[in-house]
């Protein structure tokens, strides 16, 4: 079946630090591919996507670039802060698949001063 | 304005009880969703309603029942509660049903613990 494979964490950096945060796919068919991101306390947001290989989804610093051969969707940002503290997961929807996210099981990241 | 909302925010119960969790947008958006997230932050969805009909029904067992009342509402109801419901359950929406690219906005989430 489909699924979603992250990093475990928690993930703990300096602020200013390089962040990558692995993820990896095993799907049938074309997968749309997503990063959402929980801050403590609250509901999901979705922080960046990408519907094909090689594209690549870019929000508030992060990025992530679509790569079908190697099946992965990592997480990067150059320069992390404190503010960036969350809960990140990767998740996948298959088209046709009635919509349904499927999602790793989330890293936790905590920036430090 | 709060575009998905969830009531209650806590919701502490006995087992056995049964209750219920209310869910609302005002997006415009066609579909609805219920995820729970289980205590080591494990996210699975439930169910899915587009334009009031059920397209998603994940294994969960049927002390669980939807209801969506209109397509702006879908309520959880859960019928004698279980240690085990213990959870976060979010809510989320999207504008259309089927389509792969479909961004899901999520509701703060309802902790429900169970005594």
């Known amino acids: 079946g489909d699924s979603v494979t992250q990093m475990e964490g928690p993930v703990t950096l300096s602020e200013e630090a390089f962040l990558t945060i692995n993820c990896t796919y095993t799907?049938?068919?074309?997968?749309?591919l997503f990063w959402y991101v929980q801050y403590p306390g609250e509901g999901l947001q979705l922080l960046l996507k990408?519907?094909?290989?090689?594209d690549k989804g870019s929000n508030k610093g992060f990025e992530a670039t679509y790569r079908k051969e190697t099946t992965s969707f990592h997480l990067e940002k150059g320069s992390v802060q404190v503010s960036d503290s969350a809960v990140y997961f990767c998740?996948?929807?298959?088209?046709?698949?009635?919509?349904?996210?499927?999602f790793g099981t989330g890293t936790q990241l905590k920036v430090e001063l | 304005d709060t575009a998905v909302s969830q009531t209650p925010k806590y919701l502490v119960t006995q087992m056995g009880n049964d209750k219920s969790i209310k869910c609302e947008q005002n997006?415009?958006?066609?579909?609805m969703y219920w995820y729970k997230q289980d205590s080591k932050k494990f996210l699975k969805i439930m169910f899915s309603?587009?334009?009031?009909?059920?397209?998603i029904n994940e294994t969960v067992p049927n002390r669980f029942s939807p209801k969506s009342p209109d397509k702006a509402h879908l309520n959880l109801h859960i019928n004698s509660l279980e240690l085990g419901d213990s959870a976060v359950y979010f809510c989320?929406?999207?504008?259309?049903?089927?389509?792969?690219?479909?961004?899901?906005?999520f509701g703060p989430g309802t902790r429900l613990t169970v005594l």
């Open positions: 990408a519907t094909k290989a090689d």
């Open positions: 989320a929406s999207s504008p259309h049903g089927g389509l792969s690219t479909d961004t899901q906005y």
């Open positions: 309603y587009n334009n009031k009909e059920l397209i």
């Open positions: 997006l415009g958006h066609d579909t």
């Open positions: 799907a049938t068919g074309y997968p749309s």
């Open positions: 998740a996948l929807r298959l088209t046709g698949g009635g919509n349904k996210l499927t």
